[in-house]
């Protein structure tokens, strides 16, 4: 009898679960945490998508099995969303499938897909899923960069050349989870060309799709004519209505890819609960004043953090999209190491932040910063970050309190 399971082997300690595990020691013991490290939102979903839930919840007739590829009308609420957001048409029965949030998406489809010893292109830094959903069905991951530069098509022309076998999915992720970063639709253009030439599987996650700044809408790989004939697209009600733990997503675009993940969901679920999956649809039908006012406290959010950390002596890209900041670790810390610099965090300043390298080994020497407290404690967070960096002995702004 195997003392270690295969797929067990494959898997590292997951980085950022050490911090979590500090950090929720920590709250236990009465201490004051501020937690920028999850992506958890702090804001309740909208009142009319509550109330129907618990509406559909009082019906006898609610509480039985599902369906694993997502009621009708949630599907169609889906495919209603993709035409006024971004122009494309969506066939609710062939190219649209709810999943139990993104992260159990792209997994199973993961599973649907790959075979052992399959390639698969996956950005480095990356939210975990996008390497380790592959690597659990048996892939081998080879990365490529999550920065949309010049390099970045140089890397995937390498892959291709050099890799064997040659790879046969790429995985994007934007804007980016961890980095924030964003494309436009020419990149998009560009990457849909390349896929077809390479004849490669495109999967977009568009987790962040409605949280974006200064005024650029951020844009869909399915805009581009004949994306769908190599793509599937992601997206998640998590952040946009702030129904995180409802765990409501959705897979759509290419046929071929959204039978093959219908196919393996109704061998392992019977899909969310029929009464969260009517509120999803509220949500989804309902007003959208939510959408355009968590976006703009996301972005207030943002601005107070980069313009308080930097008083405080740390200075804070801002970044275009997303809940998150991508924050390089302090020059005269650098040495220190992300994870090790969390840590400190934790213990000395009393704020929780994410590990880069929890992202691969490309994100050391950074931490992902979670915009998921209000402002004020956002501002608490800076005071005691400086206090932290004076007594390291890090030059902080003589004036002004952060």
Known sequence: MSEEFYRMKRLPPYVIAEVNAMRAAARAAGEDIIDLGMGNPDLPPPDHVIAKLCEVAQKPSAHGYSQSMGIPGL?????????????????????????????????????????????VLAPNPSYPIHMFGFIIAGATIRSVPTTPDEHYWQSL??????????????????????TAETVDLAFYERLVAWAKENKVWVLSDLAYSELYYDGNPTPSILQVPGAKDVAVEFTSLSKTYSMAGWRIGF??????????????????????FT??????????????DIVQKNRELYHKRRDVMVEAFGRAGWDIPAP??????????????????????????????????????????????????????????????????????????VNTPAQGAA
């Open 75 to 119: 599907r169609k609420a889906q495919a209603n969303y993709y035409s006024r957001r971004f122009g494309v048409d969506l066939d609710p029965e062939t190219e649209v499938v709810v999943t139990m949030g993104s992260k159990e998406g792209l997994a199973s489809l993961a599973t649907a897909i790959t075979a052992p010893g399959d390639v």
């Open 157 to 178: 022309e390498r892959a291709m050349a050099f890799t064997v076998p040659r790879p046969s999915i790429l995985v994007v992720g934007y804007p980016s989870n961890p």
């Open 251 to 272: 897979a759509v675009g290419n046929k071929q890819l959204i039978a093959a993940l219908k196919r393996v969901k109704s061998y392992l679920d019977y899909g969310a």
């Open 275 to 288: 009464p969260i999956q009517a509120a999803a649809c509220a949500a989804l039908n309902g007003p959208q």
């Open 320 to 393: 275009k999209a997303s809940m998150f900041a991508w924050a390089p670790l302090p020059p005269a810390l650098k040495e220190m190491g992300s994870l090790e610099f969390s840590k400190q965090l934790l213990t000395h300043a009393k704020v929780a932040v994410a590990p880069g390298v929890g992202y691969g080994e490309d994100g050391e020497g950074y931490v992902r910063i979670a915009m998921v407290e209000n402002e004020q404690r956002l501002r608490q967070a800076a005071r005691n970050i400086k206090q932290y960096l004076k007594s390291m002995g």
